[in-house]
């Protein structure tokens, strides 16, 4: 089996420590070529040593594991990002679709993600959804950033502005787009819930997300859409629908 040139990058000593030694007693192809502390020595390292593969700390003081990506000048590698219990950095590494696992490191969780680095098209899909990360964190509208969205049918990209509705069924999501097309993912409602948030949707009905911009007016118990479709809203989510509503007014 090939040996993958591992760097791990991370700012606590303990936790380099950690998954290096899970790593050379469970994974001896991945071979472990050097360390950073630091986004910045993160950067020398990369540019110097070439890895395969990157471990990197998503919650770094100087730099946050993406200033590092945004640093460099070619991506040629893969990556797998190690974060706490944050919740706004699971949410970005969610939102585009990115690998990562969660302090401390379950062995079990860093087999499955070197299972997944082995599997077919996993270098193209993590550089490309790195890159496309990057262009999220750039853009001024939040509206256009790109949600990438694991489907029946593969990762498909989707601009947040061409979303009209989410609608939930057990484990399944239905996107429903601006140009009449729905697509489905299997993962469920909350799941999405948490990685929209902040970004103009809402769940205003156990089984239905709404994004504002679609929205023509509120009513007592619904959202009329500018396709003249309605979203109900819960009694539950009334008073939280209206002052979401009226902030976004």
Request: glycine share 4%; net charge neutral.
């Amino acid at each position: 089996m090939k040996t993958i040139r591992s760097l791990l990058i991370d700012d606590n000593v303990f936790n380099l420590t950690v998954l290096s030694d899970l790593l050379k007693e469970n994974h001896p192809d991945f071979q472990i070529i050097g360390t950073a502390v630091n986004g910045q020595k993160a950067i020398e390292q990369i540019n110097q040593l070439k890895p395969d593969l990157i471990f990197l700390d998503i919650e770094m003081p100087d730099m946050n594991g993406f200033d590092v990506l945004a640093s460099l000048e070619h991506i040629d590698f893969q990556t797998i990002f190690v974060t706490a219990h944050s919740h706004y950095a699971i949410q970005a590494i969610r939102f585009n679709a990115l690998d990562y696992l969660v302090k401390p490191i379950d062995p079990k969780e860093l087999s499955s993600a070197i299972k997944r680095y082995y599997s077919n098209d996993y270098a193209r899909q993590n550089q490309d959804q790195i890159r496309e990360a990057l262009n999220n964190l750039n853009k001024k509208e939040v509206q256009d950033q790109v949600l990438f969205l694991p489907t029946q049918e593969g990762g498909i990209k989707m601009t947040l502005s061409n979303i009209v509705k989410i609608e939930g069924d057990r484990n399944y999501s239905s996107f429903f787009l601006l140009d009449g097309k729905t697509k489905i993912s299997s993962k469920t409602l909350g799941y999405f819930e948490e990685i929209l948030e902040g970004k103009g949707f809402f769940r205003c009905h156990r089984s239905f997300i709404v994004n504002y911009h679609h929205i023509n007016k509120m009513q007592k118990d619904a959202f009329l859409l500018k396709d003249l479709s309605t979203i109900p809203i819960s009694r539950r989510k009334k008073t939280n629908a209206k002052a979401w509503f009226n902030k976004h007014s």
